[in-house]
């Protein structure tokens, strides 16, 4: 198939660059429909049940995604409490609630918080905290003395210190989290205040983090595209010759990309790195084109003869490093994870692509080159090999390499060893706000802001109790005899009363039934709907749950067992409520700040409390069945192994403590969804690894036709994963999204080196012997590899430049892989071979690996074909 | 002038009185219509006693009951019974959900000044006065507000007739305090027979109508053309508030110290049954 493939490519060299072109605007037309998507929520499947409870819970308490907008005086001895500041944040917030999006009427801030003081002797007075900002210091101090009585508001909307004011704004939606941080900024820019103000959240930092990620694609990509151009010009001294490459990996790029949005995939912040790690990859497979033509070039040949050798010389070795490395990133779709499966297929489908324009473009690029370019190019690849420092390095490293096995393969077993202990100390943890750089305003926001308030991190640990079945039914199932029974009865209202009994959860709908046809009821009937109603109360008495003192008792508990995690800095939820209303009812003395006694009691606490101006609030905490409540952790990190850690304690004293009444106890809440997802991601990464790993040995087995030879071929794969994931535990980098999808790029790349040293020692082997095979291999076999190493490693050092943290965990990956596995393929393959020389290389005889080749003993004297190296 | 809720249930205007303006050229001075509809939903008779019923639904349609009887008597002495517009007394004593039953607010309207408010809590033995405070918050959880309940005066607000419709006033209202308020402004569509306010629409600076209050059964009692239905709609949150009103009755004869301090922990039987 390769002959016909190279031989349309250079007799119709048009058709290719048109159909190239087609390709290319047909699915490039496709980019402009891009939709961004930077919630990590979707990295759980939509069905996953953590997700659909987290959604669930949302819906059940009215709950919106919140940013977090921080005040902070650290100057005036009033700290917040100055009437300058108190001003600015009324004006604040009173601009905010205007911005679209916001949903004004759940915003928090002091500017609309009920306040609930005692207005002399047995008086209860209700009204807004800060209806206007306060006019003098006295007016602020009395807002501050007011806080300091309201636990809900103290820490959460003014920090203990009194140096922070917060205003929490819901939105909508959370991607309007950026747009609306921009806004808010810009109204922050013109308030009269010397304040320090600060936006933070999960919403925003996510969001933030999308943004910024759209951005990088426009940068790092072209970046690393250039420096990628650069480098090869320094190489090979011929930027004609190096436009190629760059068409092939461009046109790579925009195909895939095109195709990715165009079948209607959002562009995740997985996605968004495909273009930088197709850049490289689709390079170097022209490289060794390239490379190989340039030296074998002879005007007597003629481009088209020379072209179509090389091709059929280097089809083998391309396709199979560019299958490993798209199994390497098709792995990816083991993970449960939709983003990053996304992301592994595409990539693995433009190295497939990017190889196969390379055998296309590239020979039909080379034939329109002009004779006087290609004698050229012949000359400078005669003048440069062999001579340099590089090359007298490499000759040196594979004497000592060949020479002295032992040390060799006793390093990598210490080197191996102090991995696999450094891997032990991994320490798994993510957070999306690391996922900027420390300087970042997102980042400092979030240091500030969590150093005055008790956290802007949520979490929700949530209670539910329903009536059990049982009782309901029973009661129905009683009722429906009894209205039977009920003479005389209108026979409308008896089927309306027999209607109302279907769904007898809802008792409140039943109770207004019976009443209404106890209105119209008279004598016995009256007596016998009354005594229906009664039982009806009753049962509904039972039902909420969450209004019994007892109950109200455990989550008391419940919150003090939060905080005695020590991770939490304040929980808030229905008993803060109650105590705070009875304490002011009974007169406003600290000994009334508690639970009443009966259910009853409590009922008409919260009736006073929904007497203010934000009954709603009440339904954040509880639903108004009072079947299920959520109690608001608030942390001062989003750190999953925090949240981890905070579940874990809360797991053992739930354990200990049983819910009353068989409740059920689950989490939700952004900062507890990191969490699951990561663990997803962590168990999906060590199976796609697994898998991949499998894969790639089959493979090289296949490959070499050798067990023996596909062992050999996995070992600088298997030392360079263990020497990057213990690097990464030793110097105590967290294991995080982007480390974790990492590992199927190692696997991939890192096998690429091994496959052509190999596959090229063993038909060098074949032709000249092995001890002649020793020193050829570290001729150009070895410079390859090594240009191949150094071109893809400096071509991700424009990575390192991004505000967004991921992006340089690529870059500095890239780099490491590429340096320890070439330097693993150069220095352990040839130690180990030469340990176990005999069983592995048969006596010399003209038979190379995967097919004869009039090429490979010209070849093989390691002059010609200069890079065999990573075609990944 | 605040029409809304349940207090459209005492509305009234004598049918005579309404018929005979109705003949006539339409009003055009809106505090005349302002202080008419003031009288047809506030002063339907001396006294009088209805049942309500509260249905709250939240913007998920989840729904919560509130059931209550409210007794209202006209204290303007000594014209007492005559055509009002003076200070009154209300009871609103609570029968369900069953946890709140026997939860009484007392509350006398002034109309120059600040309302008093008592509150008697069953399950916490407690007699209460609630502080003037800010009249415009929720009544217990529903989407009407207190001062639905004691009513809002006329005088609290600038009046314009915008537009007579043939079956409609229809006026336009700023408040005279406007950091008093949450709205901007609101517009009211008042039934040119009955006087009854059948429309308010409540809009807040962005000029977007966030609230609105519908009178949407209207039935005579005892010569009083009164409110039987109300809905209050939240259309920035989604939820609405229901109220049905029945067992309506007018000078009926209810006595001064129904209305005393006494009533709230011993509510009086014989006026709520």
Do not use: C
């Not at chain 1, 940013?67 to 409490?81: C, H, K, L, R, S």
């Not at chain 1, 999960?202 to 480098?231: C, K, N, R, Y």
């Not at chain 1, 324009?357 to 190019?377: D, G, N």
């Not at chain 2, 308010?200 to 977007?208: F, K």
Request: glycine fraction near 6%.
């Amino acid at each position: 198939m390769k002959h016909q493939i190279t031989y349309i490519a250079t007799h119709h060299p048009r058709w290719v660059y048109a159909a190239t072109l087609l390709l290319v605007v047909a699915l490039g037309s496709q980019i402009p429909r891009i939709h961004i998507d930077t919630d990590p929520e979707n990295m759980l499947p939509e069905a996953q049940p953590s997700r659909v409870f987290h959604n669930l819970v949302k819906a059940r308490f009215d709950l919106h995604d919140a940013m977090v907008v921080g005040a902070v005086n650290e100057t005036d001895p009033d700290g917040i409490y100055n009437p300058r500041s108190l001003a600015a944040l009324h004006a604040l917030s009173e601009r905010i609630m205007a911005i679209d999006g916001v949903i004004d009427r759940d915003l928090m801030s002091l500017a609309n918080a009920d306040n609930i003081t005692q207005a002399g002797p047995g008086t209860i007075r209700f009204e807004w905290m800060m209806r206007t900002p306060p006019a003098d210091a006295e007016a602020a101090a009395a807002i501050r003395d007011a806080v300091a009585r309201l636990p809900l508001l103290l820490n959460t909307l003014v920090s203990g210190d009194g140096r922070a004011a917060a205003v929490y704004v819901p939105i909508e939606s959370k991607d309007l989290s950026y747009q609306v941080s921009r806004q808010i900024q810009a109204v922050t820019a013109e308030l009269d205040s010397d304040d320090d103000y600060h936006i933070t959240g999960l919403p925003v930092a996510e969001d933030t983090f999308g943004h910024q990620m759209f951005v990088q694609m426009g940068i790092s990509a072209p970046l690393a595209g250039l420096m990628i151009f650069l480098l090869m010009w320094y190489f090979f001294k011929s930027p004609v010759l190096v436009v190629a490459p760059m068409i092939v990996a461009m046109a790579t790029v925009i195909v895939i990309m095109g195709a990715l949005i165009g079948l209607g995939f959002t562009v995740h912040i997985m996605s968004s790195m495909i273009p930088i790690f197709l850049m490289p990859i689709a390079v170097v497979d022209s490289v060794h084109i390239m490379s190989e033509f340039a030296d074998s070039y002879s005007e007597e040949r003629g481009a088209d003869e020379v072209i179509r050798g090389v091709i059929d010389h280097l089809y083998a070795p391309m396709l199979y490093t560019s299958v490993t490395s798209a199994i390497g990133f098709a792995s990816l779709l083991l993970t449960p994870i939709p983003p990053v499966q996304v992301f592994g297929a595409f990539v693995a489908a433009g190295i497939l692509l990017a190889f196969l324009l390379t055998i296309v473009f590239v020979p039909a690029y080379v034939v329109r080159m002009r004779p006087a370019q290609l004698a050229k190019l012949h000359a400078i690849a005669q003048a440069t090999e062999g001579s340099s420092m590089v090359a007298r390095g490499l000759r040196g490293a594979g004497r000592f390499a060949f020479s002295r096995p032992g040390l060799i393969i006793g390093v990598a077993a210490v080197i191996l060893a102090l991995s696999v202990a450094g891997i032990a100390r991994i320490q798994i943890n993510d957070n999306p706000v690391r996922w900027f750089k420390q300087s970042h305003p997102v980042r400092v926001a979030d240091r500030v802001l969590n150093e005055h308030f008790a956290g802007t991190y949520d979490a929700f640990l949530v209670l539910t109790r329903p009536l059990p079945e049982a009782r309901l039914t029973g009661f129905a199932d009683a009722a429906r005899s009894d209205i039977d029974a009920i003479e005389p009865l209108d026979p409308g209202l008896r089927e309306t009363l027999q209607a109302a009994l279907a769904a007898p959860d809802e008792l409140d709908a039943v109770i207004s039934a019976l009443d209404d046809a106890l209105f119209d009821a008279e004598g016995p009937a009256a007596a016998q709907i009354e005594a229906l109603i009664e039982r009806a109360e009753v049962l509904q008495q039972e039902q909420k749950f969450f209004l019994e003192p007892d109950h109200l008792d455990y989550l008391e508990r419940a919150q003090q067992a939060l905080l005695d995690s020590g991770l939490v800095g304040k929980t808030n939820a229905l008993p803060d409520v109650v105590k705070v209303v009875n304490r002011e009812l009974r007169g406003g003395g600290g000994e009334h700040y508690r639970i009443p006694d009966s259910s009853n009691a409590v009922a008409q606490t919260l009736l006073q409390y929904q007497s203010s101006h934000r009954p709603q609030d009440l339904w954040h905490m509880v639903t108004p069945d009072y079947t299920s409540t959520a109690i608001w952790v608030q942390l001062t990190s989003g750190d999953n192994q925090d949240m981890t850690r905070v579940q874990n304690h809360m797991d053992q004293w739930l354990a200990a403590n049983p819910p009353p009444g068989g409740a059920d106890a689950r989490w939700a809440g952004k900062t507890y969804i990191n969490v699951v997802w990561q663990q997803a991601m962590v168990e999906g990464m060590l199976s796609s690894l697994l898998g991949a790993f499998a894969a790639v040995l089959v493979i090289m087995v296949v490959l070499f036709r050798s067990l023996k030879f596909g062992l050999i071929a996995m070992l600088p794969l298997t030392l360079t994963i263990a020497f990057v994931y213990g690097l990464i535990g030793w110097i105590g980098k967290y294991y995080d999204m982007p480390i974790a999808v990492l590992s199927a790029l190692t696997l991939g790349l890192s096998i690429d080196f091994a496959i052509h040293f190999l596959q090229r020692f063993r038909s060098v082997a074949a032709a000249v012997g092995y001890p002649a095979a020793r020193e050829a291999m570290f001729e150009e076999p070895a410079r390859a590899i090594f240009r191949n190493a150094v071109v893809i490693a400096l071509g991700f050092t424009p990575l390192f430049a991004a505000p967004l943290v991921p992006y340089i965990t690529v870059g500095a990956f890239m780099a490491s892989i590429m340096l320890i596995s070439s330097a693993v393929t150069l220095l352990l393959l040839p130690a180990v071979i030469s340990v176990f020389a005999n069983r592995l290389v048969p006596a010399p005889q003209p038979a190379p690996v995967s097919e004869p080749d009039s090429q490979a003993v010209r070849s093989d004297t390691g002059l010609p074909h200069s890079s065999q190296g990573a075609s990944s | 002038m605040k029409p809304s809720a349940w207090f459209a249930a005492f509305a009234t205007v004598a049918v005579s009185t309404a018929s005979a303006v109705a003949a006539e050229q339409p009003l055009t001075d809106a505090d005349a219509i302002v202080a008419r509809a003031n009288l047809a939903a506030y002063y339907a008779g001396a006294d009088g006693r209805s049942e309500a019923r509260m249905v709250i639904s939240d913007s998920q349609g989840r729904q919560q009951v509130r059931q209550f009887v409210v007794l209202r008597r006209d204290v303007s002495e000594p014209g007492y019974p005559a055509a009002g517009g003076g200070d009154q007394e209300f009871l609103v004593v609570f029968s369900r959900p069953s946890d709140v039953r026997g939860t009484v607010y007392l509350v006398e309207k002034h109309v120059d000044r600040d309302d008093d408010r008592w509150l008697y809590l069953p399950g916490l033995d407690l007699v209460k006065r609630i502080s003037a405070g800010d009249k415009r918050t929720s009544f217990v959880g529903s989407h009407y507000f207190y001062e639905d309940v004691s009513g809002r005066l006329p005088a609290a607000d600038q009046h314009e007739l915008i537009e007579t419709t043939d079956a409609h006033y229809v006026l336009r209202h700023r408040a005279v305090v406007p950091d008093s308020v949450e709205f901007s402004e609101y517009t009211t569509w008042i039934d040119r027979e009955t006087f009854l306010p059948m429309r308010i629409d409540y809009r807040n600076s962005n000029g977007e109508v966030y609230r609105r209050v519908e009178a949407q059964a209207v039935e005579t009692f005892g010569g009083h053309p009164t409110v039987t239905r109300t809905l209050v709609s939240d259309l920035a949150g989604g939820g609405s508030t229901e109220m049905r009103f029945r067992n309506i009755g007018y000078d009926i004869g209810l006595p001064e110290d129904v209305f005393s301090e006494r009533s709230l922990r011993a509510p009086p039987r014989q006026w709520l049954e």
